[in-house]
């Protein structure tokens, strides 16, 4: 590699040499730090012969780490800028390079991979991680880079404020939790606040047809937040004998629930 990615000068050189700024509008700041890069590396259980998808890996700071510490990693970039240079960049690379946006590629193209490491925007951190549980992969773990802010917001738990679905979703899984703060001195652009590490390690996956069926039990008891459980989930036409056997109150609402009856609800779904 002709350029030290990790150092920030080297970094700057780099980038005004190809006439490139960050894309706000995609959310890009780019984590040069190397340490930083090894600690969710660490976080990410990430170890050799792992098959690792990265969404976002930018210029490819993360990825390299990961494939030296034997890795085979399927990085998808949205930003044709950024993976045209990467035979200058990374010429010995031997994973794979998808320049596409991530919400509209296929299991097809990823399908292989165990485990997912991802530096995510704040404006589509929700739909991404849905898709990631609703694809059909059933992954070993999960690692994102976030904003702090969205890391303890995604790490509610029921009955707290701003708990929804998705942490729902995730509590089911294993349960999230912060596996560090990364400072925003680290980035470049510099952000206005820290990020913070997210992991949902292990995972343990339902069987997929219940799984399946717990998707669209969650969903629909959130969709009202303001309406009792039981009146949101008669749509699914879930019987009323489902809540006495599980011993839910029939004035319960959504946000109160162990996430884990979500699965017992769902096992009552008619055919």
């Not at 031997?94 to 530096?119: I, M």
């Not at 690692?143 to 679905?165: C, D, I, M, N, S």
């Not at 899984?173 to 680290?186: M, R, T, Y």
């Not at 969650?218 to 937040?225: C, E, M, P, Q």
Request: hydrophobic share 40%; with cysteine; charged share 30%.
């Amino acid at each position: 590699m002709s350029v030290d990615l990790y150092h920030l000068a080297d970094l700057k050189e780099f980038l005004q040499k190809n006439g490139l700024q960050a894309k706000r509008s995609l959310g890009q700041n780019f984590l040069f730090h190397k340490k930083e890069c090894e600690k969710i590396i660490q976080a990410a259980g990430i170890r050799k012969g792992d098959k690792v998808l990265e969404i976002g890996p930018g210029l490819g700071h993360l990825t390299m780490l990961m494939e030296e510490a034997g890795a085979e990693v399927t990085a998808c970039e949205i930003d044709r800028r950024l993976t045209d240079l990467w035979p200058e960049l990374h010429p010995n690379f031997k994973g794979k390079l998808l320049q596409a946006d991530f919400l509209e590629t296929s299991p097809e193209e990823y399908g292989r991979c165990t485990k997912v490491v991802a530096n995510l925007p704040y404006y589509i951190v929700k739909e991404i991680i849905l898709k990631l549980l609703t694809c059909g992969v059933e992954w070993e773990s999960l690692t994102f880079t976030l904003q702090k802010e969205e890391v303890a917001r995604l790490t509610k738990k029921q009955g707290e404020e701003r708990y929804g679905a998705l942490n729902a979703l995730l509590l089911i899984l294993g349960g999230p939790d912060c596996a560090g703060v990364i400072k925003k001195d680290n980035f470049y652009p510099r952000p206005n606040i820290d990020s913070a590490i997210l992991r949902i390690a292990p995972i343990l996956w339902p069987e997929y047809t219940l799984w399946q069926r717990t998707l669209k039990v969650v969903k629909a008891a959130f969709a009202r937040r303001r309406k009792l459980l039981k009146s949101n989930l008669a749509e699914l036409n879930v019987p009323g004998e489902a809540f006495s056997k599980l011993g839910i109150s029939e004035l319960a609402r959504a946000e109160e629930l162990d996430p884990k009856l979500f699965l017992d609800l769902a096992r009552f779904l008619p055919e």
